[in-house]
């Protein structure tokens, strides 16, 4: 366990320090997912189901949503910054996200179809 | 009798509402109740638990009048956690591969013209509000990752902490949003589905994806990643044309 969690967080150490050393403009965790499915591919008995390392990223990935609380709440306080520049960036904010999930899905689903691409149905 | 009492009582509160145990334990107990409420209401997506427990969370600190910095004291602990948590993703990347090899095209298809959508959508509509240029470049990179979202506001001249708040706002909206709109447009794939998620947006998204299935919660992850990368490339390209 602990061993695992070590794995996860020298992942990112490294990734930091590549993206601080190189100037990417990826922030060092996204660089140390990279690595660290790189080493999967190398040796995936490590991502079985059971394995250490899979039942931590099971963890931390199950409960992803409470590791946005803390930065939720931090947004409360800037809540009147939003309300101050008056309906136009709220209304940008729904319409931008909700346009953008209607384009990404259709766009996917249509390509999909043209390549013959299985779909992995919901029911 | 009463008055010693009191006095030990605030003396508690000064101590605890000062230590980051407090604020820690205030946290995991809020997403706790958060999670229950979501998990009773069969995942229903206006209650997302991220949205519950920062409205309960928000209460409490404007109740017991505690600074965010004090309250973030204890959180911290929680907050770090994003970093091995991102790393971790490489799990359900390595573990769907075969899947995602095959949708090499959909993927990449998808991500310029969600990308391209998330931008252009964005300061097209507050432009057409009269909302002014330093505003508009802290709102262009609103659908991704808040690190690479305020790396990117920062170089274009936006307001970085303008731009967190709107990274935030739109993860919570996107992971509301999501399901009735693919509901509706009736939309199955569940590769689509959570690509789409994590693409608009991002870790919130993506939490909410892994929530409803893991293919779409591993076709979320990848979205995040890939789209923070195009983001950073497409943002500055496309605020001069503004």
């Known amino acids: ?123 | 009798m009463i008055a010693p009492d009191l006095a030990r009582v605030e003396t508690l509160w000064v101590y605890l509402a000062a230590d980051p145990l407090l604020w820690l334990t205030v946290t995991l107990a809020t997403y706790v109740v958060a999670d229950r409420l979501s998990s009773r209401l069969d995942r229903h997506p206006l209650a997302n638990p991220v949205l519950i427990a920062v409205a309960l969370l928000a209460a409490i600190l404007s109740v017991t009048r505690t600074p965010f910095e004090t309250y973030f004291q204890g959180a911290q602990f929680v907050h770090f956690l994003l970093g091995p948590a991102t790393a971790a993703l490489a799990l359900p990347l390595h573990r769907h591969w075969p899947l995602v090899r095959k949708a090499v095209l959909p993927i990449l298809a998808a991500l310029l013209a969600g990308a391209l959508t998330a931008v252009i959508s964005a300061i097209g509509i507050a432009a057409a509000f009269g909302v002014p240029q330093p505003i508009l470049a802290s709102l262009a990179p609103k659908s991704v990752t808040a690190a690479i979202a305020m790396g990117i506001a920062r170089e274009i001249g936006g307001e970085p902490s303008l731009t967190a708040t709107l990274v935030i706002a739109t993860g919570i909206l996107g992971a509301v949003m999501v399901t009735p709109l693919m509901i509706w447009l009736g939309f199955t794939d569940w590769r689509a589905r959570g690509f789409a998620a994590g693409l608009a947006a991002h870790g919130i998204g993506t939490a909410r994806a892994f929530q409803v299935n893991p293919v779409a919660g591993a076709f979320a992850g990848i979205a995040m990643g890939l789209n923070g990368l195009v983001t950073a490339v497409l943002v500055p390209l496309i605020l001069r044309l503004f």
């Open chain 1, 1 to 123: 366990m602990i061993a695992a969690l070590t794995l996860l967080l020298g992942c990112q150490l490294v990734g930091e320090a590549v993206t601080r050393l190189l100037g990417l403009p990826v922030p060092g965790p996204v660089i140390g997912m990279a690595l660290l499915f790189l080493g999967l591919r190398l040796r995936p008995a490590a991502a079985q189901e059971g394995a250490p390392l899979a039942t931590v990223a099971g963890v931390l990935l199950a409960h992803l949503s409470l590791l946005f609380v803390p930065a939720g709440t931090g947004i409360v306080r800037h809540a009147g910054a939003l309300i101050a520049h008056g309906p136009g960036l709220i209304v940008a904010l729904v319409v931008s996200t909700a346009l953008t999930l209607v384009v990404t899905a259709f766009v996917f689903v249509k390509v999909a179809a043209l390549v013959d691409s299985q779909p992995e149905q919901a029911p």
